[in-house]
Structures are given as structure tokens and as C-alpha cells.
């Protein structure tokens, strides 16, 4: 048995295991699985697989009838994401609010204006309480280019409502985020086909 | 801009970025995202993701529409998964094979058979190029147990049929597998949550 691969024991009820609308059961084994503890994931590291870990847990967590939101702090809204199109037919929150990576480009005020009302917006979600799971996908980005302060956003999730569980994702997470963090995985890249000259491919990479 | 965290241009075609029904678009930028390369990815470490990096890959997948099929090899299908109850309110074929982590009780030879069962369906799941991504949930484990032999896995993804993706997840990942491996990552784990005494979550780990 591992930690991260865990096995749970059947549920007492046979009636949970029979086959039938999810819908169905849902209810039922929302109570058998309750959620004992709020945790704070940051998923870094310089390898595929931070975002679509997050991702992942979403998967998971909708499956067991949670609420998520996802706050995505570089993707641009225009852009064409399968995680865009797969969580608008979940009817999951996901909201792009970023511009691409375009620090890199002249239009830095811009870019720390868009931080800044994405991060507003994100403490909105965190703080209402509406959700059992908040996704901040690539805030470590404007956190490492000082366009958000690392110490409001950590006092923000120290004092979230009860229950509202948090993923990080980004590369060079702040060492206050990882002190923060219940759990930290470092995506570490081992290999990857980019180096071969192959740009990302839709469905594996966005 | 990094390779992990693609941002692929906005469409040419100002249409698909309007709101409205997903499926209405979903022939369009499916065309306009074609895969140009079929992947393998292997997702292996200690730490936690490995399984949640590639239930977020099939959430992209899906979400343009891809046909997936996941072949989980330790999973018993009596107990109770988000990802399981979420695939199937996604009409994803999700098949848990395995009968938990039993190889450390006395019941060997019936675990064993119950991996060659669950490669021998995983096989020709592959085989048939029916899907466009087909997922071998922590394989690794029969493997290094050799209960499969790593040769014919190798041999039979090889030979797969043109544009079926190929995701392996689980610790220890063979050497044969990463070298067959177009891209790797080794989650490693930071910091985990379980070392304070605070069991699996449901929603956030199984």
C-alpha cells in the first residue's frame, strides 16, 4: 500500500457498488468519503505534468460532486485549451485571466494589471467559501516577478473558510508557498520530446 | 514561454472563440489542432501526480474530443474512485483490473493472473486503434514484480498503430520504459501531508 496510490476499502453498503446512474450514488458515498482534512497542493518543478496534475485532483474532486474553480493567472482567455472546452462541459469553473507569457514581450504594465485584478478576483473566490476546491494555476509566475505580493497571498489561504482546498501549480514555487503547502510534488523532467524539435501537441499539452 | 505550459496562438477563425455550445465547435478546432505526433509519456516517482497528471491529460483529451480508454492495473473495482465515478459521468471507459496492492498478503498467484488478464485486455485495447490515447495505470507494479514481462509491453507499444497516444504511470518505472519513453517525469515528492498522520482525501487522492 502507498500513500500517494491509496486503495480504499470497499464501501460497507453493497448497495454502492451495484452499477446505476453515478447520480444515484452519488449522495451516498459523498458521506461515506467525507472530507477530513482542507489541504493546500503546490505542484512545481520543471517538469510536464504541474497543470494537469491539478487538473487531475479536479477530475477527482467533480467526480465526487465538488464545486471548483479555476483561476489561470497566464493562459489568455482566447487562446484554445482542451481543459477550457473539456471543463466548460463539465460545468466547472475556469476562468483564463492572464495574456500568454508575454513579459517577455515590451508590455510589462499590462501584464501586472492583469495579475493584479486576477489575484482580486481569486481572493473573492477563496474568500467566499463557495468552493471545496480553488485552483491557482501558474500564480507562481507574476508571485516570482513581484507582481503579487507572496506574503498576502499566503495570509489569504492561512485564513481561508473551512474546507476550500487550494492547488498551486508553476515553476520556482516561493519557499513561503512550499512552507504554506500540505503537500509539494515536484514535477521533475526526466525527458521530454520538445527537445527533439516536437512542439507541444494538443490533447497531451493544452 | 516554456514548453510545458504551451500558449498556442488564438485561432484564425474569430467564430470558435465565441461562446456557445462546445460541440458546436468541436469539429472546428479539432481540425485546427491536428496531432502531429503520437506520444508516450511515463509518469513515475515517489510523490504524488503520477496517476493525477494523467487522469488531467485525459481531461484535455476529452475535452477535444478524443476517444480514451484507461486500464488500471491495481485498482479493484469494488472500491470507490473519484476519477472512476467521474469517467463514467464523462463516457470515458475507465477498467480497474487489479485487486488493490494485495501482493503483500499470501494471494500471489491470483494477482498475478490478474495482471496477465488486465495486460492481455490492455494489449489489445492498443492494438485495435480505436483510441486516441490509451492510459496503463500504474503497470509498473506487475512489471517490477515481473508478473509481466517489461519486453512484450515494450514491443506491443512499439508496434502500435499510428496515433494512439500511450500514457504509463507508477513508481520504479523500468529503464526500458523511459528509454521508450518520448516524455518522462519522475514526480518527486517534497513534501506530503501523509508523513503528518493525515490519511488519503477522497476528491484530492483517489
Redesign the interface.
Known amino acids: 500500500?502507498?500513500?500517494?496510490?491509496?486503495?480504499?476499502?470497499?464501501?460497507p453498503d453493497d448497495e454502492?457498488?451495484k452499477h446505476g446512474p453515478?447520480e444515484q450514488?452519488?449522495g451516498k458515498?459523498k458521506g461515506?468519503?467525507?472530507?477530513?482534512?482542507s489541504?493546500v497542493?503546490v505542484?512545481?518543478?520543471?517538469?510536464?505534468?504541474?497543470?494537469?496534475?491539478?487538473?487531475?485532483?479536479?477530475?477527482?474532486?467533480?467526480?465526487?460532486g465538488?464545486k471548483i474553480c479555476w483561476l489561470q493567472f497566464?493562459?489568455?482567455k482566447?487562446?484554445?485549451?482542451?481543459?477550457?472546452?473539456?471543463?466548460?462541459?463539465?460545468g466547472i469553473e475556469m476562468i483564463a485571466l492572464g495574456d500568454?507569457?508575454t513579459w517577455?514581450s515590451e508590455n510589462i504594465e499590462h501584464d501586472i494589471k492583469l495579475a493584479r485584478e486576477a489575484w482580486a478576483l481569486a481572493k473573492s473566490k477563496i474568500m467566499s467559501g463557495q468552493y471545496?476546491?480553488v485552483v491557482l494555476d501558474?500564480i507562481t509566475y507574476p508571485i516570482t516577478y513581484r507582481w503579487l505580493q507572496v506574503d498576502e497571498v499566503v495570509e489569504t489561504i492561512r485564513n481561508r473558510p473551512k474546507d476550500v482546498?487550494i492547488i498551486i501549480t508553476g515553476?520556482e514555487a516561493d519557499p513561503k508557498l512550499?512552507e504554506l503547502?500540505?503537500?509539494?510534488?515536484?514535477?521533475?523532467?526526466?525527458?521530454?520530446?520538445?527537445?527533439?524539435g516536437?512542439?507541444?501537441?494538443?490533447?497531451?499539452?493544452?
Open positions: 500500500m502507498t500513500n500517494q496510490d491509496p486503495t480504499p476499502a470497499p464501501a454502492i457498488t453515478v450514488r452519488l458515498w461515506l468519503f467525507p472530507k477530513t482534512h489541504l497542493l505542484n512545481t518543478g520543471y517538469g510536464k505534468g504541474k497543470t494537469s496534475a491539478a487538473l487531475g485532483v479536479t477530475m477527482r474532486a467533480w467526480g465526487r465538488w497566464i493562459k489568455n482566447d487562446s484554445h485549451y482542451g481543459e477550457t472546452y473539456a471543463a466548460e462541459r463539465m500568454g507569457f517577455l471545496d476546491l501558474e482546498d515553476r512550499i503547502a500540505d503537500t509539494v510534488t515536484e514535477m521533475k523532467e526526466t525527458k521530454h520530446v520538445y527537445h527533439t516536437v512542439k507541444a501537441q494538443p490533447g497531451i499539452d493544452y
